[in-house]
């Protein structure tokens, strides 16, 4: 993990010297993860749109969250047909992007296809009940049970499960491991997306079914593994 104390370098830096330091730390990822905790600083907002360039610039899987969608939003063409990227808007975050694209808000799985249609074939997972997954052309909905507490957090489990799987992508496509090559690049951001819904509903179920009503991120954190190992052995 790579962090820094961005409060105290605005204050101090300018948006290349900021810049520069993100470009260094981008060239070491596998992928990216983009949104959780981040706020609607203008001067951060400014930062990611460069970082976000970059990345795509290197060719970097992202995962987009959170307050990165507002960003989006307001510039679709930041990622208009960049297809490693993901994002992971729940409705009302999902109402503004296609408020943005000019599109009918809705919550259908032709509402959520022609949103990602609309940005050029980038993935979108619309998250809720049952969370539906698009990349303008294919579609996968994921089904599975998850636990009756929605708690602050769990969107960032998901964003980082997706940007894991994106990650084992990169290296599956690089053959660090042996395999059949039967995936191709262009469907690893589909496969991971709903490998990450999967993953992060199964953990809130499991750890509902541990804490109840007491459930809190962090719990579901440590059943992370117990999921795993149910959903994909």
């Given at each position: 993990?790579?962090?820094?104390?961005?409060?105290?370098?605005?204050?101090?830096?300018?948006?290349?010297?900021?810049?520069?330091?993100?470009?260094?730390?981008?060239?070491?990822?596998?992928?990216?993860?983009?949104?959780?905790?981040?706020?609607?600083?203008?001067?951060?907002?400014?930062?990611?749109?460069?970082?976000i360039r970059h990345a795509k610039k290197l060719g970097l899987p992202m995962v987009l969250d959170a307050d990165s969608l507002a960003i989006v939003s307001s510039e679709p063409d930041l990622i208009h047909g960049?297809?490693?990227?993901?994002?992971?808007?729940?409705?009302?975050?999902?109402?503004?992007?296609?408020?943005?694209?000019?599109?009918?808000?809705?919550?259908?799985?032709?509402?959520?296809?022609a949103a990602a249609r609309a940005l050029g074939g980038v993935t979108i997972i619309k998250k809720g009940s049952k969370d539906i997954i698009s990349d303008g052309n294919k579609v996968f909905v994921c089904e599975?049970?998850?636990?009756?507490?929605?708690?602050?957090?769990?969107?960032?489990?998901?964003?980082?499960?997706?940007?894991?799987?994106?990650?084992?992508?990169?290296?599956?496509?690089?053959?660090?491991?042996?395999?059949?090559?039967?995936?191709?690049?262009?469907?690893?951001?589909?496969?991971?997306?709903?490998?990450?819904?999967?993953?992060?509903?199964?953990?809130?179920?499991?750890?509902?079914?541990?804490?109840?009503?007491?459930?809190?991120?962090?719990?579901?954190?440590?059943?992370?593994?117990?999921?795993?190992?149910?959903?994909?052995?």
């Amino acid at each position: 993990m790579y962090s820094w104390d961005f409060a105290r370098t605005k204050n101090t830096a300018s948006l290349d010297e900021i810049e520069t330091k993100v470009n260094g730390v981008l060239q070491k990822l596998h992928a990216l993860s983009i949104g959780s905790g981040l706020g609607n600083d203008a001067y951060m907002s400014q930062s990611v749109a460069r970082a976000i360039r970059h990345a795509k610039k290197l060719g970097l899987p992202m995962v987009l969250d959170a307050d990165s969608l507002a960003i989006v939003s307001s510039e679709p063409d930041l990622i208009h047909g960049y297809k490693q990227a993901v994002l992971t808007p729940n409705a009302v975050e999902f109402s503004r992007m296609c408020k943005s694209l000019g599109l009918d808000i809705g919550d259908s799985v032709e509402a959520v296809r022609a949103a990602a249609r609309a940005l050029g074939g980038v993935t979108i997972i619309k998250k809720g009940s049952k969370d539906i997954i698009s990349d303008g052309n294919k579609v996968f909905v994921c089904e599975e049970e998850s636990g009756l507490r929605r708690c602050g957090g769990q969107g960032d489990i998901l964003s980082g499960a997706i940007a894991t799987f994106m990650a084992w992508g990169q290296l599956y496509l690089q053959n660090v491991w042996d395999h059949h090559g039967l995936n191709t690049a262009e469907e690893i951001p589909m496969l991971a997306a709903f490998a990450g819904s999967m993953l992060t509903k199964a953990a809130s179920n499991i750890t509902y079914k541990a804490c109840g009503r007491s459930t809190q991120t962090s719990d579901i954190l440590k059943h992370l593994p117990k999921a795993f190992d149910a959903m994909f052995s």
